[in-house]
């Protein structure tokens, strides 16, 4: 930029011909003819404020040196000169990786690969980087991960990645647990103590660095096994039969022979079923026999907090009338 005393009379000298210091490139508006790239340059701004930009159109290396605006007054009196330095930035090119045309290098293993970069080199000089490209994100364990409730979790999101990853972070459900990176540490580790049921689901690591597009990911699916809680209902419509219902993880249950007991914990008798039980005859003057607590015994082999892998559930059955049963929820 060029900025003079409007009435004063403004000069453009730019790189010498055959090796002279200076040239004339503009008095005022007018471009000097006798230039090689005369048909590049031009004055522009704002002239009426003492403005006189020259621009260069499409520079090349031809035209870096150094150029120099002045401010002319009583014909020939340089009242102000401002000098600078056009550097010409060339960006390296036809850059290739020897004897790897398709893309692909062959090499074998436990035997050293030599990867030879060539380069036509730009200005300023390059400097010749390696990078393995976008990061190769892996997870300590293999999926799916199977783990009793109660017991703790601990996993390890590993990244290898040249240049170092810019960041790493677990995705479990809703919930973001970002993770401290440095050049030396390319790892994450989320600890879930005591872990619950509702810790089952997708743990997703991602990672991304400088090199290429968006993250880069992998995932375990972590299922929390439990014992079986166990409910028990009468079948609709069957009013002489149970329904034992476990839910647990695994969901493969076995049964074992229901407990008919007294109110008072003794035991009547014991009735060879599985998930169904009919507890009753249907001989209404035998119906009082029927009177007491029910329990279903089953387990899906996992243990609960007390080392016990068979649980159990309670109902009381109860005559009311000739022909109905109340079940009520036992917690006797």
């Not at 990911?217 to 079948?235: F, G, L, R």
Request: with cysteine.
């Amino acid at each position: 930029m060029c900025n003079v005393n409007p009435n004063s009379w403004p000069t453009w000298d730019g790189p010498g011909l055959n090796g002279s210091n200076f040239t004339t490139y503009s008095d005022k508006l007018t471009i000097n003819k006798n230039l090689s790239n005369a048909q590049k340059l031009k004055i522009l701004g704002n002239i009426s404020a003492g403005e006189y930009n020259m621009k260069i159109s499409n520079v090349s290396s031809e035209e870096e040196g150094l150029y120099r605006c002045s401010e002319v007054v009583n014909k020939g009196t340089i009242l102000t000169q401002t000098t600078i330095s056009l550097k010409i930035k060339v960006a390296p090119w036809n850059i290739t990786i020897k004897n790897a045309h398709t893309g692909v290098l062959q090499g074998e293993e436990n035997y050293p690969l030599v990867l030879e970069c060539s380069v036509n080199s730009g200005v300023p000089k390059e400097s010749i980087m390696w990078y393995n490209d976008e990061p190769v994100v892996t997870i300590n364990k293999d999926s799916p991960i199977r783990i009793v409730e109660g017991q703790n979790l601990t996993l390890s999101c590993l990244v290898d990645s040249n240049p170092a990853p810019t960041l790493i972070y677990f995705k479990i459900g809703r919930n973001t647990y970002m993770c401290n990176v440095s050049k030396s540490a390319h790892a994450c580790t989320v600890n879930r103590i005591n872990i619950n049921r509702n810790d089952t689901g997708t743990y997703v690591c991602r990672a991304r660095n400088n090199v290429g597009n968006g993250y880069k990911y992998t995932s375990v699916e972590v299922i929390v096994q439990y014992p079986p809680t166990i409910n028990i209902d009468i079948i609709k419509g069957e009013e002489n039969s149970l329904r034992c219902n476990p839910n647990g993880n695994p969901n493969n249950y076995t049964f074992y022979s229901w407990l008919h007991q007294s109110e008072f914990g003794e035991t009547i008798r014991e009735i060879n079923s599985t998930e169904i039980m009919s507890f009753c005859p249907k001989d209404p003057t035998r119906r009082y026999q029927c009177n007491g607590v029910y329990i279903c015994r089953a387990e899906n082999g996992v243990k609960d907090v007390t080392g016990n892998r068979t649980q159990s559930g309670k109902v009381l059955v109860r005559q009311e009338g000739q022909y109905d049963f109340i079940i009520f929820i036992c917690n006797c």
